[in-house]
């Protein structure tokens, strides 16, 4: 079948890119990975014995990455649509968090346990349009939030993906209201042309 012009732009720069050839390295499933050991080495959020949860795992980067910055001490929880080859350290749950059936499997692997940690990657299907792909992001973002602030335990933390736009500040001021301090972060793996940036709550009130 015969490629777009983009898509072939696309693949070429993914082959280029200084990240990809690192995650291929280092035996990371995602480029994304490096955006996580990014905010890692700056403020420590990971450590050994905790409990995290990974909304939007797949296919696992993220998820790595916490397991070995917990030195296979700790478990993560990893929740997406699509499926995630298995990984040692990591419990699976295929599925929509927003599904109380989803929620559901996800409380009887804990068994009563508080999270130290929710990580979240997640993005909708991009249209490509800012006016729908926008205001899906803010929503998928509060949708984690909420998540967050049932699951965490007092003094967790919480690390979301968004893109800047509309809706972004009153959402970081919802974050102000349930962490001690919320950071901005855009790693440099975080590609400079996208809107994308991270959001670090810690210390949930
Ligand atoms: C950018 S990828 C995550 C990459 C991952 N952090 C890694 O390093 O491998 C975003 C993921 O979010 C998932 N996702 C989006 N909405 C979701 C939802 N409502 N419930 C579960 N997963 C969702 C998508 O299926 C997709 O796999």
Request: charged share 30%; glycine share 10%; with cysteine.
């Amino acid at each position: 079948m015969a490629r777009s012009k983009s898509s072939g732009n696309w693949v070429r720069e993914h082959e280029e890119d200084k990240y990809v050839k690192l995650a291929r390295k280092d035996g990371y499933r995602s480029r994304a990975s490096y955006k996580l050991i990014e905010i890692q080495e700056r403020y420590k959020i990971i450590r050994p014995g905790m409990r995290i949860v990974d909304l939007g795992a797949a296919p696992g980067g993220w998820s790595q990455v916490a397991i070995k910055e917990m030195r296979s001490n700790g478990r993560v929880y990893g929740l997406d649509l699509l499926p995630i080859k298995p990984i040692n350290g990591m419990t699976r749950i295929q599925g929509d968090f927003t599904e109380n059936e989803v929620l559901q499997r996800l409380l009887d692997e804990l068994k009563g346990q508080k999270i130290d940690l929710v990580i979240s990657d997640m993005a909708p299907n991009l249209s490509g349009m800012k006016e729908i792909d926008q205001p899906r992001m803010v929503c998928l973002m509060e949708l984690a939030l909420e998540f967050a602030g049932s699951m965490l335990k007092q003094g967790g933390s919480f690390l979301v993906k968004g893109f800047q736009g509309e809706g972004i500040d009153n959402f970081r001021q919802a974050m102000k209201l349930m962490f001690a301090t919320v950071k901005t972060c855009k790693p440099k793996a975080s590609r400079a042309r996208s809107r994308e940036f991270y959001l670090l709550g810690c210390g949930m009130k």
